[in-house]
């Protein structure tokens, strides 16, 4: 159990130093490489809650496919000059404060209504007549109950790629 | 588990309106790759064929009401008058749209395929009975409606609108997510009939498709309050869809930089599809917990309505005076929320029909004045519009005066049938600010009206270019409409109530 | 032919001809082009061509419209004569049906609202007045409007307003009264801003609207109200209800019948004019003339009063609700008199004596005689119709001018004028024999005698009408008689109007004259047929007990000595009047001079404008600078004049007792943009971030909202 404990918040970390460098390198292949980074710890944390399709799809998806898919475009793309450019809104402290409270009032609500949660219970159940494993357990959830919302996602990603291309046609 | 993956028949006739539009978008796509044909009226065509057959299919799906996909969905009263009214949103846009794009040189498919998505969206938004569902339609719905913003690349104001849409669309989605997590926390389900049930109670099953039995157990006892919370993030996510304070801030820059027809779509299309999942949120599966989330829905309709109004009052652009003029009618909606009650539901959905009409009809007016590239948007354009083209003017009229709500029209009945729902609900407080800031609004539409015919004509309107068989149809579609709920309310109300009673 | 089963052409008519107007009056009458259409000086215009002779067929079709309708009105009335209880209502088809909804007392009740058409002899009397002196106000038109642009623009809104107006008395039940109630506002709107290009008519016309429509809110929330304490919005059924004894009088407090009442008594105020929200009507007077004394005077004014006495059986559960209605009639009634009797153009002193008859029929109904203000609203409306039409008619004759220090001596000039405006003066001044005498006599009379009147209401009551008096004969001095104050270059055009001015003129007058005669004094004892008009109403407003005991309480030389009394006051009034501008015209300057702060007070209305641009205006928007200006300057003035305390004293007053005064909409608005739309808008940065951060915000908002609670 302590292992269990100690590799959380070895990802938590991960996940959390991740997403500020993201967000504060000014270097565009610095802030993807801490992308990375952050998405590999939600890998991890997912391979904690014994989910391990998720966990290989979170690898194999956002860290193999999309983020070196973004690697290549900010290399081929000379971003030199945005990395220089003055960051001309300021106002850093208002922001920190407001995610800073939106926070820690979370953190009071989970806490303070923490008897409503009954989450492990339900999951426990669930994982205990799965004999045959997650990875079994999710493709029948997504192609019987999940079958509907499984099939418009596809919709969904039609109208992301059009819209792109739409977007980023020279001419239309 | 063996597993079926063929869906029964009744199922898919219940997503016909949705599977109709998908198709029909993505042929109109492949067609545009085939045709090669620019500035052609094809396109439009082909989306209003494709917009009748989605009205017919939802028309039909009515007459096989249920629950569809193990719960997933369902298809009554409610989903159908919404799905109807988007889709007839939609073919008004289009009719709004033939002349408008050719003047801009961008008639493509893509613009009326994104639309149909867009309107497959909000059909589902519409029928949705589970909150993944919800969060799919709304994110298809908004995906196309942030790129066919930024529609006109070449429009330096289109583009920010688009980018600032999109950027804070996402923020407030993200929000909505964090909601969907925080029911499923609390109930254990994230199927509105399972929600409502475990909020009921204190022990409950359900048949939650494919067989498998869901049982669930009040678990709110121990903070009602939690569910507040989880309605504040979901609140943000379709708070920010309607345009409602204080999640409004986008509204303005947005229906401004964005062309005229796509603000007319995405003032009622979206708005309407996100009003229904409040409905079936709110006043159906949250509804055991009202005392918990009524507060806020209370500030935020008193917040719309002040804010919209008030801040109308100093806008020359006449796009951005509407865009405020839409928080403000948002604000009215949500009044009707607030009231939590059957009468309360049905007068959301009687007002959101009116609104459609009378909305798409005003900005449709606009798109037509502001000629190429959009320069004419001012109220001082609006001069002398009245001599110039005497019918444009009149539909405007029309459509003015139901927004501002005179009797005769839509909007005077939709007010007022709101105004009751709250005032029988004793929402006085409420109901008196709203009313007076119903008053205060007249002003500044009439400012429009004063313009129109109290003055000499502007340049705009004398280059105005005569109207379009397309923009014709749309205006007198809307105007008729507008005028035929003023007069003979019935119909839509017996529906609306009906919907309403059996919501629950 | 049965007038009663055709009752729906009624108002059809006028629609129709409004209808042919707006949608093809322009082939009838081509406006000139590139000129711009606006006031039309009479007496100089006659160069203005454009009469062309399709033009006349306008004059045919819209008074043509009013006149069937008056024809039907009478048939449908004569019928209407010979039905039991005299009651008649047709519905026409049904408007909103089933509505099932849950009242306040926890009935499921079914609302409904129908097309339906109700004549019975209140509305009776209304469509008379409205389709017989909106006839005769047509036919004066075509003689005034003739040398305007846009006349197939003024016939259709006149024509429309003579629907909505046929519809708000017509109706049966309070919704689609309320349809009428919005219809005539519109008009009313549309025909002040006629002269468009006029700014002030322009102002003037938004004032009108948006205050009527501060009314209406309070209009519809009392309508609200009834339909969830009720059940119903039918007048045949709330007075069912109402009289069933369901609900005990509200003697002793404030229930929820005096919530109604005072809710729907505001919606009146709005529409006729009375404080708080009288001052759109003495701006409504930018209007052409004919509108003035059509809508400002005879009819859709007098639509509150006509509500007021149509919910009777309301008002009569609710004594402190009438006495609302009472004070605030009475107070109407003196303010405007005395703000009348030294305005200098002559609309404005017709304008504000509207506004002080209006008072007083809301003073009679305030002291529940229902049938004694619609009676003083039947005889106004000749007098006062003949009033304005007249001077519209001395306007045309002087070439435009409304001052009446640039008239005088104008008797000989346009005799039929001056004649006609002789009868309808004396008529309004209350002199025996003539209408006006009739109903003021016995509105003070029932202020005096009636369980809900006072002395201090008649006494009010009396001195208004010395000031009516007086400012009546002010107004005809200054013009007809003394001496010619004229411009030289306008004195050789000044001519009598066209017999199609003049001819309705002399039907009025004759009205003036005869209308009285209905309602003779019960002191009389003339014979039933002097009593028709209050033995005609009676049915509608079951007065019951009440009355006769109150005139059983008083003798009858004590109604004598009252009605010598008021007679006096007149006849003083006219005199003084007579003296100071005729005799002695020194006079009315050296009293203006040594009374000046309270001459100025009288001028400047009370300052009622002034106080509201103060408060809401300049008030806290434009910070203390142009307060503290307007303070100095009303400080040096008082040094300068030694008496400018009472100014600053009276207009301090004011404020206190103004504050909750509001100007309608119009000031509200300029002072609410400033100060809540300057923080709307300042959000409004452009920038993406703060638009998130305005997001965050808001969701801080609600979750602070859920720990605190």
Not at chain 1, 84 to 94: C, D, G, L, S, Y
Not at chain 2, 206 to 213: C, D, F, Y
Not at chain 3, 292 to 302: E, G
Not at chain 3, 554 to 568: F, P
């Amino acid at each position: 159990m302590l292992i269990d404990t100690v590799l959380f918040y070895i990802f938590a970390a991960m996940v959390l130093s991740g997403a500020i460098f993201t967000i504060t390198r000014r270097s565009a292949v610095h802030s993807a490489i801490s992308l990375i980074c952050s998405l590999l710890g939600v890998a991890g944390l997912f391979l904690l809650q014994r989910a391990e399709f998720l966990f290989a799809v979170q690898i194999v998806l956002y860290v193999g496919g999309i983020m070196v898919l973004f690697l290549f475009v900010i290399m081929l793309v000379n971003l030199d000059l945005a990395a220089k450019a003055r960051q001309f809104n300021r106002a850093w402290a208002v922001g920190i404060a407001a995610v800073a409270v939106v926070g820690a009032e979370m953190a009071w609500f989970l806490y303070r209504g923490r008897a409503a949660f009954h989450i492990a219970e339900n999951g426990g159940a669930g994982l205990g007549s799965a004999a045959a494993g997650n990875t079994e357990m999710i493709a029948d959830s997504l192609f019987s109950e999940y079958l509907l919302p499984f099939e418009i996602a596809s919709v969904l990603l039609l109208v992301a790629v059009v819209g792109s291309v739409v977007m980023a046609k020279k001419r239309i | 588990m063996p597993v079926d993956l063929m869906p029964a028949s009744a199922d898919l006739i219940r997503l016909l309106p949705e599977i109709v539009l998908t198709l029909m978008g993505t042929l109109l796509m492949v067609l545009a790759a085939i045709l090669r044909k620019r500035s052609s009226n094809a396109y439009g065509n082909l989306s209003i064929a494709a917009l009748l057959a989605a009205l017919g299919a939802a028309v039909y799906a009515y007459t096989r009401q249920g629950p569809a996909f193990g719960n997933m969905l369902v298809v009554d009263g409610l989903a159908t008058f919404f799905r109807a009214l988007v889709i007839v949103v939609g073919i008004l846009t289009v009719l709004a749209s033939y002349r408008f794009l050719r003047r801009q040189g961008a008639e493509t498919g893509e613009y009326h395929a994104l639309l149909l998505f867009s309107i497959a969206g909000q059909c589902l938004m519409a029928a949705a009975n589970d909150l993944i569902v919800v969060f799919i339609g709304l994110e298809i719905s908004s995906l196309a409606s942030y790129v066919m913003v930024g529609y006109l690349r070449d429009d330096k104001r289109a583009n920010e609108a688009a980018l600032k849409y999109f950027l804070l669309g996402s923020f407030a989605t993200a929000f909505f997510l964090y909601g969907v997590a925080l029911v499923y926390g609390i109930t254990g389900t994230i199927n509105l009939s399972g929600v409502r049930a475990a909020l009921t109670a204190p022990e409950s099953c359900l048949q939650a498709g494919a067989g498998s039995v869901l049982c669930v157990q009040n678990w709110l006892a121990p903070w009602p309050i939690f569910l507040g919370v989880a309605a504040a993030l979901l609140f943000v996510g379709l708070g920010f869809k309607v345009s409602a304070a204080p999640f409004q801030i986008w509204a303005p820059d947005v229906y401004q930089g964005a062309p005229s027809p796509v603000t007319a779509f995405l003032s009622t299309g979206p708005k309407a599809a996100a009003f229904a999942v409040f409905l079936r949120i709110f006043m159906s599966a949250f509804e055991p917990g009202g005392a918990a989330w009524e507060p806020l829905v209370w500030f935020s309709a008193l917040a719309s309505m002040t804010i919209g109004n008030f801040a109308a009052l100093r806008q020359s652009n006449v796009k951005r005076m509407l865009a405020y003029s839409s928080i403000a009618h948002a604000g009215y909606v949500l009044v009707a929320l607030t009231a939590r009650s059957a009468d309360g539901a049905a007068a959301v959905m009687f007002y959101l029909g009116a609104y459609a009409f009378m909305n798409i009809g005003a900005f449709a007016v606009v798109g037509h004045l502001a000629g190429k590239g959009e320069r004419y948007q001012d109220i001082e354009d609006f001069g002398g519009l009245g001599q110039k083209q005497p019918l444009t003017a009149a539909m405007l009229t029309i459509f003015l005066l139901s927004l501002i709500g005179v009797p005769l029209t839509g909007g005077f009945f939709g007010k007022f049938y709101i105004f009751k729902a709250a005032l029988e609900s004793h929402l006085v407080w409420l109901t008196v600010l709203g009313l007076l800031n119903s008053a205060v609004a007249a002003y500044y539409y009439l400012r429009v009206l004063v313009m129109m015919y109290f003055r000499e004509p502007s340049q705009a309107a004398i280059e105005a270019e005569p109207l379009r068989p397309g923009l014709r149809a749309a205006l007198l579609v809307s105007a008729v409409a507008t005028l035929f709920l003023g007069i003979f309310p019935n119909w839509v109300l017996d529906f609306s109530n009906k919907s309403a009673a059996m919501m629950k | 032919m049965n007038f009663l089963d055709q009752i729906w052409l009624i108002p059809l008519f006028p629609l129709l001809g409004a209808a042919l107007m707006l949608f093809f009056g322009k082939l009838l009458d081509p406006q000139p082009v590139g000129q711009a259409s606006g006031p039309a000086h009479h007496g100089q215009a006659e160069g203005l061509p454009h009469q062309t002779s399709l033009r006349k067929l306008i004059d045919f079709i819209c008074p043509g419209m009013v006149l069937l309708s008056f024809v039907f009105s009478l048939g449908a009335i004569y019928q209407l004569r010979q039905l039991p209880g005299r009651v008649y209502q047709v519905i026409q088809f049904t408007w909103i049906a089933g509505l099932p909804f849950h009242m306040a007392n926890g009935h499921l009740a079914t609302f409904q609202a129908d097309w339906g058409f109700l004549l019975d002899p209140l509305s009776s009397v209304m469509i008379l007045v409205v389709t017989g002196v909106g006839f005769l106000i047509h036919v004066y038109s075509t003689g005034y409007m003739a040398h305007d642009n846009g006349y197939y623009r003024f016939f259709g809104y006149l024509n429309l307003f003579v629907f909505f107006m046929l519809m708000l008395v017509l109706a049966n039940n309070y919704m689609l009264l309320f349809v009428g109630w919005e219809g005539v506002g519109l008009c009313s709107y549309l025909l002040i801003g006629f002269y468009f290009h006029k700014k002030s008519a322009c102002d003037a016309g938004k004032k009108a609207f948006v205050v009527n429509r501060v009314g209406d809110a309070g209009f519809v929330l009392g309508m609200l109200l009834m339909m969830s304490v009720l059940g119903t919005v039918k007048f045949t059924d709330v007075n069912a209800i109402l009289r069933s004894g369901q609900f005990p009088a509200e003697t002793a407090g404030f229930g929820v019948l005096s919530a109604i009442a005072i809710l729907m008594f505001f919606g009146a105020t709005g529409k006729s004019a009375q404080v708080p929200l009288y001052v759109w009507l003495p701006d409504a007077m930018e209007g052409p003339t004919p509108v003035s004394a059509l809508i400002h005077a005879a009819t859709m004014v007098t639509a509150g009063v006509y509500m007021v006495a149509r919910s009777a059986a309301l008002f009569q559960l609710t004594p402190s609700a009438s006495a609302v209605v009472a004070v605030v009639g009475a107070f109407t009634a003196i303010l405007a008199a005395t703000i009348a009797l030294v305005q200098n153009d002559i609309k404005r002193v017709l304008a504000y004596s509207t506004v002080s008859q209006l008072g007083y029929m809301f003073l009679a109904l305030g002291v529940g005689a229902y049938w004694v203000a619609i009676f003083h609203l039947f005889t106004h409306a000749f007098f006062k119709a003949l009033l304005f039409l007249g001077s519209g008619s001395v306007i045309h004759a002087v070439g435009g001018e409304q001052d009446m220090r640039r008239m005088g001596a104008l008797k000989n000039k346009i005799p039929i004028t001056h004649w006609t405006m002789f009868a309808g003066s004396v008529a309004i001044a209350g002199i025996p024999g003539l209408a006006g005498f009739f109903s003021k006599d016995e509105i003070l009379w029932q202020a005096y005698s009636s369980p809900l009147g006072s002395k201090a209401l008649w006494f009010v009551g009396l001195a208004t009408a010395g000031l009516t008096a007086f400012y009546m004969w002010r107004l005809m001095n200054l013009t007809f008689y003394g001496r010619s104050r004229v411009a030289p270059e306008t004195e050789k055009h000044v001519h009598e109007s066209p017999a199609s001015m003049t001819v309705p003129l002399t039907l009025l007058a004759i009205g003036s004259v005869l209308a009285g005669w209905l309602g003779t004094p019960k002191l009389w004892n003339l014979g039933a047929s002097f009593h028709k008009f209050e033995t005609w109403l009676a049915p509608m407003f079951a007065t019951g007990a009440a009355e006769p005991a109150g005139e059983a309480g008083h003798s009858a030389s004590l109604e004598w000595m009252l009605m010598g009394l008021s007679v006096a006051v007149a006849i003083v009034g006219i005199s003084i009047a007579r003296y100071f501008y005729h005799n002695r015209p020194d006079i009315p300057d050296s009293l203006e001079k040594s009374f000046k702060p309270l001459h100025t007070l009288l001028y400047n209305k009370w300052y009622v404008d002034e106080i509201y641009d103060f408060l809401f205006v300049n008030g806290l928007g434009k910070g203390g600078g142009r307060v503290f200006g307007a303070f100095d300057r009303t400080v040096v003035d008082g040094g300068v004049n030694g008496a400018g305390w009472l100014t600053r004293f009276s207009s301090k007053v004011s404020i206190w007792w103004d504050t909750w005064i509001v100007d309608g909409a119009v000031r509200l608005t300029s002072f609410s943009v400033k100060l809540l739309s300057y923080p709307a808008c300042l959000l409004e940065t452009g920038r993406v971030q703060t638009y998130a951060f305005f997001v965050v915000a808001g969701l801080l908002a609600f979750f602070g909202y859920y720990i605190a609670r």
